[in-house]
């Protein structure tokens, strides 16, 4: 399974930014899915998660009514609505899958990563 993430780029506080990530090769093997960020000298962090069914969704408290997960089964591909961006949105943003169903939020719990996309947030 191969993740490709993109849609990162250059925004200014306040703005959006939309990010895509989609499942290639044995992507029937993957269910749930979620987007993490790293800051500069910052540990991996959890943003948002979503299941199978993309019913359920999970949100880091920093980012609570500002991002908005979803995904298209059909596509293979699941998306980060970044709204009402701040400088400390600036990280590099990886998505990830799992081999179940089931909503999960904790680094360990996925499978697959993708290689990351650069979001920069300017003041």
């Known amino acids: 399974v191969q993740l490709q993430a993109s849609g990162g780029g250059l925004a200014q506080a306040g703005g959006s930014v939309r990010l895509s990530c989609a499942a290639s090769?044995?992507?029937?093997?993957?269910?749930?899915m979620g987007w993490f960020r790293q800051a500069p000298g910052k540990e991996r962090e959890s943003v948002a998660a979503i299941d199978w069914t993309g019913d359920n969704t999970y949100y880091a408290d920093i980012v609570k009514g500002r991002f908005t997960i979803s995904r298209d089964n059909a596509k293979n591909t699941v998306y980060l609505q970044m709204n009402s961006l701040k400088p400390e949105d600036t990280a590099v943003y990886y998505c990830?899958?799992?081999?179940?169903?089931?909503?999960?939020?904790?680094?360990?719990?996925?499978?697959?990563w993708g290689q990351g996309t650069l979001v920069t947030v300017s003041s």
């Open positions: 990830a899958a799992r081999r179940d169903y089931g909503l999960a939020y904790r680094i360990y719990e996925y499978d697959y």
């Open positions: 090769g044995r992507s029937s093997r993957i269910y749930a």
